[in-house]
Structures are given as C-alpha cells and as structure tokens.
C-alpha cells in the first residue's frame, strides 16, 4: 500500500503504526440516522490555518498539542509548530470500552466515525473551510506510546455547516483500516483514543472533531442509511421540481 504524504511523514518514525483511509461520507446528524453516543475529542480556532491535536505522552499523561499531531503531515509532531486547541470540556481521551467499543461484535472500529464540525459563522462567505487533514490516534493507556494512527488521504472541503450541535462531516475508517485497528483493540482492550486535525481557510469561529458510533456500516466508505448525499439531494430537489411543474400545467395554473 502506498501511504498518502501526511502518513508516509509519520511513518519515517513510525513505520508500523500510520495507516490510511479514513473515508469522508458525508453530514451526519448528531442525533437519528443510527448515531450512538458523540463524545467531542478536540477543538481548535485560528484565523487562516488551524490545527488541533490531543493523546498520551510517555507514562500516560493526557497532552494537547504539537508531540500529539500524529498523522498530518508538514513536520508534526516532531516540528514543535503551534497548535490552536481551546481551553475547556472540548478537549478529551477516551478509552474506546468507555465509549462501547470491542475488537468483535456489534461495535467494532468498523463502526466509529469522527465527526468534524465548525462555527465559522453565518455569511457564507464564512463558511467554506478546507479540513487538509484528519486523523484517529491510538495510544497504549498505560504507557502513551502510539499504537495506530488512521488519517484522511485528500483534503475535504466544507462549504457550509449546518452549525455546531446539529450535524457534521462524518469519516469512517475502511475495511481494512477498521480490521487494523480492531486488531490493535484486541491486543491492547483498554487503549486511548485521541485525535489531531488541520484546517486552512478558516475565519476565527471554532472547530470541533468528536467521537460518533454509527450502526450502518458501510463497506469501502460511503453514505450510512438514510443520510442522502449531496446529488442525492440535488436529484431529489430537480425531481420535486418537475413534478410542480407539471402539476402546474394540468389544473391551468402555467403562466
């Protein structure tokens, strides 16, 4: 497998332990369309470029910040660079049995989702943001060593948000990637997850990245359940249109 740059850049130090893809599929609703618990990991504001990263450092100590950017590319974590995470309640780890996951059964790897949100405002000239990249981190609890870093392998960009609390831009791990990482949970059931995020084009409002558990599972990535995709919707729209239009037309109504 050929690593995207942001990985392959973790790999020269950590050549067993970044992997790809995690897979954008599209705007989830924090709650419905078979979303389980949402637990925020890390959240960060800056004006232009943004980043935000939270994990273990050695002996197990929660950290924010560069030596915890794994997965991202441009030097981190080994750069030192700056890091905008906010202060407060937005900035957690969680062991994954704290949020109901296990190596088999009903929630797996196979069935988390980060969740990428933004508060970038109300003008739409505000709200068009570029996630450059995203990545799930796993650590050993006791040690803070890092066991497994899963990262987004193209930029993704947001044009609007449909506003903090309400829905998101959901990424899931693939098959194999979940495979991975179900096999590291196995090895280690009580391991950390942490994540790290870079974003360009922002305008001083806040981002969130937050833990999901979803209940479809999509092979390969793609769209969960119910949650239509954007020229879904736009199909769905041009359908209802027609239909007006001719409905129009027969009870006399066309101009």
């Known amino acids: 497998m050929t690593l995207p740059r942001s990985a392959a850049l973790a790999a020269v130090v950590f050549t067993s332990t970044a992997f790809a893809n995690l897979i954008p599929i599209n705007i989830l609703p924090s ?12 959240t960060f504001q800056n004006t232009g470029t ?5 994990g273990l450092a050695p002996g197990g100590a929660v950290t924010l ?3 915890v950017a794994f997965g991202i590319g441009n030097g981190f974590p080994s750069s030192g660079g700056t890091t905008h995470e906010q202060t407060g309640s937005g ?3 969680y062991t994954a049995t704290s949020l109901g996951f296990a190596a088999t059964g009903a929630n797996t ?13 109300g003008n739409a000239a505000d709200q068009a943001i570029t996630l450059t990249n995203l990545s799930l981190n796993l650590f050993n609890t ?6 497994g870093s899963f990262s987004t392998i193209a930029p993704f960009n947001a044009l609007a948000f449909p506003g903090v609390g309400n829905a998101g831009f959901g990424f899931q791990l693939d098959a194999p990637q979940s495979a991975q990482a179900n096999a590291l949970l196995a090895a280690n059931p009580n391991l ?4 790290a995020a870079r974003a360009t084009g922002a305008n001083a409002g806040f981002e969130t990245v937050s833990i999901a558990r979803i209940n479809s599972i ?3 990535g793609g769209n969960p359940a119910g949650v239509p995709d954007q020229s879904s919707a736009v199909l769905l729209l041009g359908g209802a249109l027609v239909g007006l239009a001719m409905f129009r037309r027969s009870v006399g109504l066309e101009s």
């Open 65 to 67: 910040g560069s030596t």
């Open 218 to 220: 999509q092979p390969g």
């Open 91 to 93: 900035n957690n780890v």
């Open 50 to 54: 943004e980043v935000g990263a939270i």
């Open 142 to 147: 006791t040690t803070g060593a890092l066991l």
């Open 109 to 121: 790897f196979a069935n988390l989702v980060l969740v990428f949100n933004g508060n970038e405002g």
């Open 192 to 195: 950390t997850i942490g994540a």
């Open 31 to 42: 709650t419905g369309n078979g979303i389980g618990a949402v637990s925020s990991v890390v």
